[in-house]
């Protein structure tokens, strides 16, 4: 049994964009599942299906990578822990790595990426960073 689903989702993903695999399988969670749309929303995996049929469910994540080969993400790591919750306010959540990557908020308008969130004026628990 996982603990942390989304650490363990972010090491996978992570793991598969180094051995530059086409896919790679996740545990299925709700929160999972809104932190990839953030992610498809900006580019850093094509696509993902969640798999239903076996009597434990699956999300198949297609990773991105450009005409070289070289892939969509430099870097992805967790922020908040279970044993050590990160909260950053509205100001904290202005800009992360000049733009070109995102910090993924939850939020209580839901899970958003720190642009969002700074434009909607809402803080909220910082789950991780991508770039």
Partial sequence: MVNDIIADSITRIRNATMRRLDNTELYYAKIVTRILDVFKERGFIKDYKVNDKDSKQSIFVQLAYDDRGVPAIN???????????????????????????IIVVSTSKGVISNDEAYKQNVGGEALCSIW
């Fill in 75 to 101: 870097e992805i790591t967790r922020i908040s822990k279970p044993g050590r919750r990160v909260y950053k306010s509205r100001d904290d959540l202005k800009r992360f790595k000049n733009g070109y990557g």
